[in-house]
T-cell receptor, first 113, second 110 residues
Framework: DAEITQSPRHKITETGRQVTLACHQT?????MFWYRQDLGHGLRLIHY???????NKGEVSDGYSVSRSNTEDLPLTLESAASSQTSVYFC????????????FGPGTRLTVT | GDSVTQMEGPVTLSEEAFLTINCTYT??????LFWYVQYPGEGLQLLLK?????DKGSNKGFEATYRKETTSFHLEKGSVQVSDSAVYFC?????????FGTGTRLKVLA
């Protein structure tokens, strides 16, 4: 069965370190998204991609970067982790027969100390 | 810009009670509207959707009707179960990008 996976599921890191969160989907979807989930804010879009070599900034992109070298993967990099980036991160993809339906990964809980 | 407003939670109900979670939106054009559900420790799952005015989305006993005149998409269920305890998100899109509400936590007591 097709799926979307994230790794690691939990990560603790120190302020200033570079961190990369992985997202891999086997739906063969063109569109991929990264969100962060924080209490009182719901889900906020960090970056998104509509295809290979395409990346775009979302509403909370400062301090984050992505790259899309193939259809299956969209890794999210925190260049220099900050305590304000402690959050739960979700990856999603879309582009099947229902173009707008997004499929979400299980999430990565990141703690920056 | 586009936005979604949901009622504040948490909502606590007894089993078999009637559920309403309010959602209103602001958008240019004609967005599609969605309800997603998030169970503890999991990612979001699509619950139901409506793509045009007066459409009713339904799934697992939940329903929501796209009301253009009141810009609303309220979620309802006639008889909730303990297993419905989760966080519910209203969302809209006119493209591939979503705008999510802040989520409403539902707790159902046996």
């Amino acid at each position: 069965d097709a799926e979307i996976t994230q790794s690691p599921r939990h990560k603790i890191t120190e302020t200033g370190r570079q961190v990369t969160l992985a997202c891999h989907q086997t739906w063969n979807h063109n569109n991929m998204f990264w969100y962060r989930q924080d209490l009182g804010h719901g889900l906020r879009l960090i970056h998104y991609s509509y295809g290979v070599q395409d990346t775009n900034k979302g509403e909370v992109s400062d301090g984050y970067s992505v790259s899309r070298s193939n259809t299956e993967d969209l890794p999210l990099t925190l260049e220099s982790a900050a305590s304000s980036q402690t959050s739960v991160y979700f990856c999603a993809s879309s582009g099947g027969t229902d173009l707008y339906e997004q499929y979400f990964g299980p999430g990565t809980r990141l703690t920056v100390t | 810009g586009d936005s979604v407003t949901q009622m504040e939670g948490p909502v606590t109900l007894s089993e078999e009670a009637f559920l309403t979670i309010n959602c209103t939106y602001t958008a240019t054009g004609y967005p599609s509207l969605f309800w997603y559900v998030q169970y503890p420790g999991e990612g979001l799952q699509l619950l139901l959707k409506a793509t045009k005015a007066d459409d009713k989305g339904s799934n697992k006993g939940f329903e929501a009707t796209y009301r253009k005149e009141t810009t609303s998409f309220h979620l309802e269920k006639g008889s909730v179960q303990v297993s419905d305890s989760a966080v519910y998100f209203c969302a809209l899109t006119g493209t591939y990008k979503y705008i999510f509400g802040t989520g409403t936590r539902l707790k159902v007591l046996a």
